[in-house]
């Protein structure tokens, strides 16, 4: 089939189409970080514990992941507008119906609208960015879209502790309701179609089924012990589903002539350890996020607007890493960043496991500040870098891969750091006690995966050489 006559230029419709889409994502993340403040609220006011509290976290990110490889197959068959209106308003009903929710479950039903509508959102800003940019620019403009998952993590904390301290958590997601209706409208007159629409193209239904089977026996799997036990029947059943479901995907989209998910992308060995290093570093922040504020607040009796501000600033210098990481990489390539990332990911984690009973809270703040420079820099230069060894037919399929990973990443990293937390708690006669004992236990699973960060952006490096 012949290019589609599209002209890339960096133009104001092109940053105007990425801001739309990006500001979608910007809230949903931005709901979640600001609810991380909220939990001790929550198990406060409605009488559960915090393993089950964070299924606010783990109902947005299990739909939207679970959604993400589908939207390969939407972009074909609707137009990239259509595709933005129609999630646009899911994703506002999700949030009014959190808004107004009677009780604990319609925030999370809520919270599973919205994630599915994020699903097809968050690929579709960078298809936007691959399709629409021109090249001596794709590595900015891969920064600039990642804005939305840096700076969002930034403002959520700030943005949860000022809600619960003057208004309550229901606002939350009260405020963002006039911000999504004007998102809808910057959408609908700035996105552009770039690519042939193929309305011949077929569904792999049974992948989808098979995929969406391994990722919920996964998440379930983890959450469910902390409530029925490991040697439970449902446990045993679920754990045992993942592997199962998994082998069945993967044999299927070998076999398909049109798969969910191109699994040749995993043949380039440069992708396939830039996915790799988006793993870890998607593991490490959401967690650090989660942990830390409820840590500050059970432990160390800090109030939520306090408690966010350590995170604050650290979000903010990482969302400005990443803009930087990626004109770097435009002028210098992935070596400096990648190197750079890996140095700063050690250098803030390591004192924070070793430190943390005594450790003030600027100093935890700084902590932060220097990971999140690292967690920028291995970002960026990772997934631009990842995305540019692929053939062009795959850059779609290297695209939902990377998402799916960066939120899958995110959401075991906090179904198991709210499970160690919460065990600790049940034991310890003090609830401050616990919460530091398994957040010690959490940090120090953190700095291995750290330094199977580094192993990754290393090889990275010697695949480049080679």
């Given at each position: 089939?012949n ?6 230029k ?7 189409s990425?801001?739309?889409t990006g ?13 991380n ?19 606010i ?23 990239m ?10 994703f ?26 994020a699903?097809?959102?968050v ?17 900015f ?14 403002f ?45 193209a ?15 026996c ?20 679920l754990?045992?589903g ?7 995907f ?49 432990s160390k ?39 750079l ?34 967690h ?7 997934m ?5 060894a692929l ?25 198991i ?5 919460s065990s600790?708690q ?5 609830i ?19 330094i ?15």
């Open positions: 089939m290019e589609y006559p599209f002209e890339r960096l133009d104001a419709k092109l940053i105007l990425i801001l739309a500001i979608m994502t910007f809230g949903g993340i931005l709901e979640e970080t600001a609810m403040i909220a939990f001790p609220t929550l198990m406060e006011e409605f009488s559960i514990t915090l393993a089950f509290a964070q299924w976290t783990s109902g947005y990110l299990l739909p939207l992941i679970i959604m993400m490889p589908a939207s390969a197959y939407l972009k074909k068959v609707f137009k507008k259509t595709l933005f209106i129609s999630t646009c308003i899911a506002l009903g999700g949030t009014i119906l959190c808004f107004a929710a009677p009780a604990f479950i319609w925030v999370i039903i809520g919270r599973v609208i919205q994630g599915a509508a699903g097809v959102a690929p579709l800003t960078f298809n936007i960015v691959l399709e629409q940019s021109p090249p001596e620019h794709l590595g403009l891969v920064g600039f879209a990642t804005m939305a998952n840096a700076l969002a993590p930034a959520g904390p700030v943005y949860g502790g000022l809600v619960l301290q003057y208004f309550n958590w229901r606002m939350v997601f009260g405020f963002l309701i006039p911000v999504l209706a004007a998102v809808l409208i910057l959408g609908a007159v700035s996105i552009r179609q770039s690519s042939y629409l193929d309305r011949q077929v569904f792999d239904t049974p992948g989808f089924g098979f995929y969406a089977a391994a990722l919920s996964l998440i379930f799997g983890l959450n469910l012990p902390n409530s029925y036990g490991w040697n439970s029947p449902a446990v045993i059943c754990l045992i993942i592997p199962v479901f998994l082998f069945l993967i044999r299927r989209e070998n076999k398909a002539s049109t798969p969910l998910l191109d699994l040749k992308i995993f043949k380039y060995p440069i992708f396939t350890f830039g996915i790799a290093t988006m793993y870890c570093c998607c593991t490490v922040c959401p967690t650090l996020s989660f942990m830390l504020p409820n840590y500050l607040q059970m009796g800090m109030n939520p607007l306090n408690a966010a501000m350590v995170l604050s600033s650290g979000c903010i210098v990482g969302a400005v890493a990443t803009m930087l990481a990626g004109h770097l990489y435009d002028k210098k390539g992935p070596r400096p960043g990648i190197i990332g890996g140095i700063c990911a050690i250098a803030g984690i390591l004192p924070m496991r070793f430190a943390l009973p005594s450790m003030r809270a600027a100093v935890l703040a700084v902590l932060f500040m220097v990971y999140m420079i690292g920028g820099c291995c970002v960026n230069n990772g631009t870098y990842g995305l540019k053939a062009p037919e795959l850059e779609t399929a290297g695209n939902a891969a990377f998402n799916i990973t960066s939120n899958l990443a995110g959401t075991i990293g906090i179904v750091a709210s499970g160690i937390v600790f049940v034991g310890a006669a003090d401050g006690e616990g919460t530091l004992a398994g957040a010690e236990v959490v940090l120090t699973l953190l700095i291995a995966v750290v199977a960060l580094n192993i990754f952006g290393f090889e990275i490096l010697r695949q480049k050489k080679r």
